[in-house]
């Protein structure tokens, strides 16, 4: 290995380590691969992201990671929204009403086998997922759901019709 | 020719076709289809007792026993040619496809050869706040929540299953007329009303009750390895 | 904000992105700074980090991602994830709907000469290598499978154009 790809194995190695990568470690590595001049190639890289997008930071000099310019922060700081996880019972409710629709709460929970709280369909709701559909003439005269179009749009369907039914999984057990 | 092949290291009918078809060492394209559906055929009478020999391996045997019954009459050339050409290009496009799966799994994969990087930030960077939800997510979980629902209804569906007292009842018509030799325990299994979704419990209904019978000291088991056939006798014979 | 800057904060945008960034979010987000030839700016970026240890990849050259590069792989000794074993069934299946993609199930099980079960389909879908692309406008309407960005990044391949060919194939389906 030259000196070169032993410069490009410590940049891959500091960027692919979930946290800080202490000198140590990296040394061990490259140990493997020849004599090198670790605190030469570090202080390369060092050069090389001095003026660009991602620098190479330090703590005290002893464990390396790659972090944002400082100088982007202004900027930066408008993307702090963050996504968020959908709950199971979101994801089932969502399931199933995207395949049944219009559907009733009483059957989401009887396909479920467990409740269906106020708060789920409300997060579906926020979302512009689903929405309420009329109601079933039956006794109670419940309100049935059906997916919204945002719920289209976010999954990428042209129309509901395009879901793959389960028998479209699924193939006759031999 | 004699192969010693198991057909549980097999893909499918044509990929044990595609195999065999290799055997005859030409290029696919001029492979002899007569020889080819000879080799089945052949394999497939030796295979016949085999469990993992499922219904799609008896479909193409029947169609190759039609082709070649085709084959050996001179007067319907054409026919025969169509259907010969499209059994070749199936093999053709199987073997291609067989050929780029190697090739696909070959090249360097994430995970393995290359990881993508990201680095760590306080922030994320999206849109919108709006789930991370995909569409392979929802319809997988419409999958399980449906699966559950099927391996209710199996639990339900007794009707169709056979019992252990039915198992019996097989085993002791047969012993019945033969109590002196060694005989195969599917053998046993009743040739009529027989579908895809009672096999399974009609093979359990059978094993359960033979080593029932063993219990009671009527019959004798005897399997000489793993995937052999099991065989069972009278004891008092 | 000045060019150098742009290009800085696409830097950074691409390397903080979860997944593979589009183009669009990234147009999106330094429309807000000025007017820039973003494709001039990622062009530049992509030539930067052509001989490094991290390379700038592209999917359709839409969606835009770091890796490391692929001379490290035998260096760098990845133990983050292991790929897990597909059955021969799944790459198959993968193969078929990769050359042949929009596809239905029928014509897979065509191709293979046996029926493609359901756990194959979830499987694929779970690793999000596939997703369904609307329905084919025949009797029954079928739904069509076609693969997905992940399965193209899994394998480092930058277009679905640079998978690998065999001659059979081409004259068969072209």
Do not use: C
Not at chain 2, 48 to 55: F, G, M, P, Q
């Amino acid at each position: 290995m030259d000196e070169k790809q032993a410069k490009n194995l410590v940049e891959a190695l500091i960027f692919s380590a979930e946290e800080p990568l202490s000198i140590e470690s990296i040394r061990k590595i490259l140990s493997s691969y020849g004599k090198f001049n670790l605190e030469k190639l570090i202080d390369g890289l060092e050069n090389d992201y001095k003026s660009r997008g991602i620098n190479l930071h330090s703590i005290e000099k002893k464990n390396y990671y790659f972090r944002t310019s400082e100088d982007l922060g202004v900027f930066l700081n408008i993307q702090t929204k963050k996504t968020r996880n959908l709950s199971q019972a979101a994801m089932e409710t969502l399931a199933i009403i995207s395949y049944h629709q219009p559907v009733t709460r009483a059957e989401i929970e009887k396909i479920r086998g467990k409740p269906v709280f106020r708060g789920t369909l409300d997060n579906l709701l926020s979302l512009k997922w689903i929405k309420p559909a009329g109601r079933r003439e039956t006794p109670g005269r419940p309100v049935t759901w059906v997916t919204d179009l945002e719920f289209l749009k976010h999954f990428g369907l042209s129309s509901i019709k395009d879901l793959p039914k389960v028998d479209e999984l699924e193939s006759i057990i031999m | 020719m004699h192969f010693n092949l198991n057909i549980s290291g097999y893909e499918g009918p044509l990929d044990l076709l595609l195999d065999l078809s290799k055997k005859q060492k030409v290029d696919i394209k001029k492979i002899s289809i007569l020889e080819l559906a000879n080799q089945y055929l052949d394999f497939i009478n030796k295979n016949l007792d085999n469990l993992k020999l499922s219904a799609d391996y008896l479909v193409m045997a029947s169609f190759l026993a039609f082709l070649k019954s085709k084959l050996l009459l001179p007067d319907e050339k054409e026919e025969v040619e169509l259907l010969e050409e499209d059994l070749s290009n199936r093999l053709i496009h199987y073997n291609a496809i067989k050929t780029l799966t190697k090739k696909i799994f070959k090249l360097p994969q994430e995970g393995n050869d290359f990881i993508s990087v990201r680095i760590n930030n306080e922030f994320k960077i999206s849109n919108k706040i709006v789930p991370e939800a995909s569409l392979q997510d929802l319809i997988l979980k419409y999958s399980e929540i449906t699966k559950k629902k099927n391996t209710m209804k199996v639990l339900i569906d007794e009707l169709e299953q056979f019992t252990i007292e039915d198992g019996l009842s097989w085993i002791k018509n047969f012993l019945n007329v033969d109590n002196t030799s060694w005989l195969s325990l599917f053998s046993f299994l009743p040739k009529k009303n027989l579908n895809d979704k009672n096999k399974k419990s009609a093979i359990l209904a059978l094993f359960q009750a033979s080593l029932d019978q063993a219990n009671q000291g009527e019959i004798e088991i005897n399997q000489n390895s793993h995937f052999q056939k099991i065989m069972v006798k009278s004891k008092n014979g």
